[in-house]
């Protein structure tokens, strides 16, 4: 484990453009878009909030971390080394940033009050992970996954890196946590989600009803039941695993690529759609999508997440940060 504490100058400013949307459907009323510009260069993508309301996105091109104060859009990059390329980040029980960081093949902590990172390698026989996507446990365990087939965890307590070949091959992508505490990952090549067995270190795949679906990210609702954006197929898919039921609707428009998937607060499902260049909204009780188009071609939002009234995701090619308000909160 290494330790680095490389924060990159002065915070930046960054314009803020806020866009009133018309024409939702009740499930959203009256929300509003409001763009932040990122750091230029820096392929922002997938993000998360800190214990203080700030948001914190990585830049996997230029290495960084960085918090945005969605107050005045000001930024605060921090380095997570040399080489750094970071895809996910969630906040830890701990107080701290957790961050998939494949460019140097580690799990990496930032502290927010230091702005000091660890970094937790993984194994040699696990070089080149292509780490994706982490999540928190209910026992205060944090689990990640590798498109270059691979799942592991680490303990926070302890330091230490558990990591697992994954049964079906390439492609763990998405990974969620269930109210009742089970975790599951979306196999993006594989075609499949997996339920891990964190006490036997073991998953178990079920196929969903579409061939070669894509299966990219996956977000649990209140009830337990699993969302999954299929990129290959341009659905949206639920798993209840209750009943080991499946239900799936197809994204509007002509070539869907359903890529991000999150489930807000109300269990509304938002996805953000690279056929569209849109983030959608769908309503799992009228079975109805609302399309939330950027005003900028080729946004590529690769990830959503959310609190209260909110969505946020990052726009990977055009460099910004996206939130959309709904309800009271807009």
């Not at 365990?141 to 558990?162: E, R």
């Not at 697992?164 to 075609?191: F, Q």
């Not at 679906?213 to 954006?229: E, F, K, M, P």
């Not at 695993?241 to 070539?255: H, R």
Request: with cysteine.
């Amino acid at each position: 484990m290494s330790r680095r504490d490389f924060t990159i100058a002065a915070a930046s400013s960054a314009a803020i453009l806020s866009i009133p949307f018309g024409g939702a459907v009740h499930a959203a009323q009256n929300p509003s878009v409001t763009y932040f510009n990122a750091r230029s260069g820096s392929r922002s993508r997938d993000l998360a909030f800190d214990r203080d309301g700030m948001v914190w996105y990585c830049g996997q091109r230029d290495g960084t971390l960085t918090r945005l104060d969605p107050s005045d859009g000001s930024l605060h990059p921090v380095s997570l080394g040399d080489g750094a390329a970071p895809h996910g980040v969630i906040l830890g029980p701990d107080g701290a940033m957790w961050i998939t960081e494949g460019g140097q093949n580690a799990i990496a902590r930032l502290d927010p009050e230091t702005n000091a990172v660890d970094l937790f390698p993984l194994p040699t026989e696990f070089a080149r992970a292509n780490l994706n996507t982490g999540v928190f446990d209910h026992h205060g365990i944090y689990w990640f996954t590798g498109q270059n087939g691979v799942y592991g965890s680490v303990d926070p307590a302890t330091g230490k890196l558990d990591a697992w070949p994954s049964p079906g091959g390439p492609g763990p992508y998405g990974i969620t946590v269930t109210p009742e505490g089970d975790i599951w990952y979306a196999s993006l090549a594989g075609n499949h989600i997996a339920r891990i067995d964190p006490a036997a270190a073991q998953t178990t795949l079920v196929d969903p009803p579409t061939p070669r679906q894509g299966a990219r990210r996956v977000w649990s609702d209140s009830r337990g039941r699993l969302w999954i954006s299929e990129w290959n197929s341009g659905q949206v898919s639920v798993y209840n695993p209750a009943d080991e039921s499946w239900m799936q609707w197809k994204l509007p428009g002509e070539g869907p690529r359903a890529y991000a998937v999150y489930v807000d607060e109300r269990d509304m499902v938002w996805l953000t759609d690279f056929g569209a260049n849109a983030i959608v909204m769908f309503n799992p009780e009228t079975e109805s999508f609302t399309s939330f188009p950027s005003d900028q071609s080729g946004a590529n939002v690769r990830h959503l997440t959310g609190r209260t009234g909110e969505v946020w995701g990052g726009e990977s090619g055009t460099d910004r940060i996206v939130r959309i308000r709904f309800g009271d909160t807009a």
